[in-house]
């Protein structure tokens, strides 16, 4: 349990979860792997959620997930030196950068603190959402475009290899993951969402129908999944199921059970990454 509190609470998972899909993009699109990218890709997005966690941490007495806020109170230290090497990180890579992809990260990182960070106007439990929180699509909306940006289209872009019909439908793929990690986390966060006066996607269209959109998407990507390897003769997108599986398991299981325990979201974090694992060894083992 430690470790997994570490994991999660620490957001070193999001930071795994980053690089990996950035690594599997690279290996799908059969270029050479850049690890200054995937090194950029993973701290800007660890440096974001890190600062976000820490900068919006109420009180352990007034949080409603006490345990974390707790476990980051309690570990400041760690947390500062994990800041500070998200942000050297960052900076040092970011002049790999072309121009384009600074805009691009510039843009999203603006919306990002605009939408998580920045207090304008803070929601008050019991009434409406304000500002951006107003949109109930939003959130999940937004973390689609990010995260597709940041770990398909980015190192698409800096390697040349945007303008590519595998692309497009990778995109989709991407979107679906994403989306549907989203809506497991949403759902989790029902309750607290609405005390938060956070108006969510899955708090919307409610518990039920939530699940069914993720039954849905998980299996609109077998089916993806499917057409891409047929129409790139791609032999190894079979690898790309264990995530759409797992997804369509986890669903499940939340679906039975309302509580889960820490382990089980950190599983559905690093579920973005067993592709990567799978074709990585099959791609170094070819060397």
């Given at each position: 349990?430690?470790?997994?509190?570490?994991?999660?609470y620490?957001?070193?998972?999001v930071a795994l979860c980053?690089?990996?899909?950035?690594?599997?993009?690279?290996?799908?699109?059969?270029?050479q792997?850049?690890?200054?990218?995937?090194?950029?890709?993973s701290?800007?997005?660890?440096?974001?959620y890190?600062?976000?966690?820490?900068?919006?941490?109420?009180?352990?007495?007034?949080a409603?997930?006490?345990e974390?806020?707790?476990?980051?109170?309690?570990?400041?230290?760690?947390?500062?030196?994990?800041?500070?090497g998200?942000a050297?990180f960052?900076?040092?890579?970011?002049?790999?950068l072309?121009?384009?992809?600074?805009?691009?990260?510039?843009g999203?990182g603006?919306?990002?603190?605009?939408y998580?960070?920045?207090?304008?106007?803070?929601?008050?439990?019991?009434?409406?959402?304000?500002?951006?929180?107003?949109?109930?699509?939003?959130k999940s909306?937004?973390?689609?475009?990010?995260w597709?940006?940041?770990?398909?289209?980015l190192?698409?872009?800096e390697?040349g290899?945007f303008?590519?019909a595998?692309?497009?439908v990778?995109?989709?793929?991407?979107?679906g993951?994403?989306f549907?990690?989203?809506?497991l986390?949403?759902?989790?966060?029902?309750?607290v969402?609405?005390?938060?006066?956070?108006?969510?996607?899955?708090?919307?269209?409610g518990?039920?129908k939530?699940?069914?959109l993720?039954?849905?998407l998980?299996?609109?990507?077998?089916?993806?999944?499917l057409?891409?390897?047929?129409?790139?003769?791609?032999?190894?997108?079979?690898?790309?199921?264990f995530?759409?599986?797992?997804f369509l398991v986890?669903n499940?299981?939340?679906e039975?059970?309302?509580?889960?325990?820490?382990?089980?979201?950190?599983l559905?974090?690093?579920?973005?990454?067993?592709?990567?694992?799978?074709?990585?060894?099959?791609?170094?083992?070819?060397?």
């Amino acid at each position: 349990m430690p470790l997994i509190r570490f994991m999660l609470y620490s957001e070193i998972s999001v930071a795994l979860c980053a690089l990996g899909l950035g690594a599997l993009g690279q290996l799908m699109l059969k270029s050479q792997v850049d690890w200054a990218i995937l090194g950029l890709i993973s701290s800007t997005t660890f440096l974001f959620y890190t600062a976000e966690r820490n900068l919006t941490r109420p009180e352990p007495e007034q949080a409603i997930f006490p345990e974390k806020s707790r476990w980051l109170a309690d570990h400041r230290g760690i947390n500062l030196g994990l800041l500070l090497g998200g942000a050297l990180f960052s900076i040092a890579l970011t002049p790999r950068l072309s121009f384009s992809n600074l805009l691009g990260l510039g843009g999203f990182g603006v919306f990002a603190v605009c939408y998580s960070i920045i207090p304008f106007p803070r929601s008050v439990p019991g009434q409406p959402p304000l500002g951006l929180k107003r949109f109930s699509w939003l959130k999940s909306f937004s973390m689609v475009l990010v995260w597709t940006y940041m770990t398909l289209l980015l190192p698409a872009l800096e390697i040349g290899n945007f303008l590519r019909a595998e692309l497009l439908v990778l995109g989709l793929i991407w979107v679906g993951w994403i989306f549907g990690n989203s809506l497991l986390f949403d759902i989790r966060d029902l309750e607290v969402d609405r005390l938060q006066g956070c108006l969510t996607l899955a708090a919307k269209l409610g518990r039920r129908k939530a699940h069914q959109l993720i039954y849905f998407l998980g299996f609109f990507e077998l089916a993806l999944i499917l057409v891409y390897g047929q129409l790139f003769n791609e032999p190894w997108s079979w690898v790309m199921m264990f995530t759409s599986l797992a997804f369509l398991v986890f669903n499940r299981l939340s679906e039975k059970r309302e509580t889960l325990g820490l382990g089980f979201y950190t599983l559905a974090d690093l579920t973005l990454i067993l592709p990567t694992l799978v074709l990585g060894l099959q791609y170094y083992s070819s060397l």
